[in-house]
């Protein structure tokens, strides 16, 4: 697609539920980038995959989260037991190659855990 | 290590008049800034970027910015408002390329900046 799509828009959980949250990325590009926004703050950094490979994983705030790549194409960011911290937007980015090059970031999910 | 420190978390303005968004950066060496702006339920989109090459850079919509290694700034201008340009902006710092360690192009936003224009 021409874009970065992210699914769903918006997701509700129950406190202690399981989400899985999509990113299609724009065709061919290399690198592939996961942020958090929370409310009235910037987006942070999550993890960073180089095609199939999950290059850096610092920023996932605990072992709940989970992302991965298998293809090198779709991807997607697991968190397991819910927890009503984890309310934030999740932003996915990719870029063609590695290195401050052309990023596009998608619309995000909104997560909101009740 | 990497930071960047957005100076006003909000701007207000009225149509027509300058805009100033003040941003400073902190770097271990030469970093890669750039400007995002956030509409609501949007996307990010990139306003401009500054990688090394002229300090006065121009990106889209009329805004500019000047990056001062001096004052370790990178202040994001426009000589007269919209309406249209009301929206959360960020000031981001990516390590450069090649830098050493993990330089793939990981970027640090700041705490944004809320910009209202007034008619």
């Known amino acids: 697609g021409a874009g970065v799509s992210q699914s769903p828009r918006y997701k509700v959980a129950k406190r202690g539920q399981d989400v899985a949250l999509r990113c299609d990325p724009i065709s061919g590009h290399v690198s592939l980038f996961w942020y958090q926004q929370a409310l009235g703050q910037g987006p942070e950094f999550l993890t960073y995959f180089q095609n199939e490979a999950q290059l850096d994983k610092s920023g996932l705030p605990s072992d709940r989260f989970f992302a991965e790549r298998p293809e090198g194409s779709v991807s997607t960011l697991k968190i397991q037991r819910t927890q009503q911290e984890d309310s934030a937007v999740y932003l996915c980015?990719?870029?063609?190659?590695?290195?401050?090059?052309?990023?596009?970031f998608g619309s995000g999910t909104r997560l909101t855990v009740v | 290590a990497q930071s960047v420190t957005q100076l006003d978390s909000h701007v207000s303005v009225s149509e027509g008049t300058p805009v100033l968004l003040r941003c400073n950066y902190s770097s271990s060496y030469s970093p890669s800034l750039f400007w995002y702006v956030q509409h609501p339920n949007k996307g990010l989109q990139l306003l401009l970027k500054?990688?090394?090459?002229?300090?006065l850079v121009k990106g889209i919509n009329g805004f500019e910015a000047e990056f001062k290694k001096s004052e370790t700034s990178f202040h994001l201008t426009k000589p007269s408002a919209h309406m249209s340009d009301a929206a959360e902006y960020f000031c981001v710092v990516s390590d450069a390329p090649n830098a050493g360690g993990t330089s793939y192009g990981k970027l640090t936003f700041g705490q944004g900046t809320i910009l209202t224009v007034h008619p």
């Open positions: 500054y990688t090394s090459a002229a300090t």
């Open positions: 980015a990719s870029s063609p190659r590695t290195g401050n090059n052309g990023y596009t």
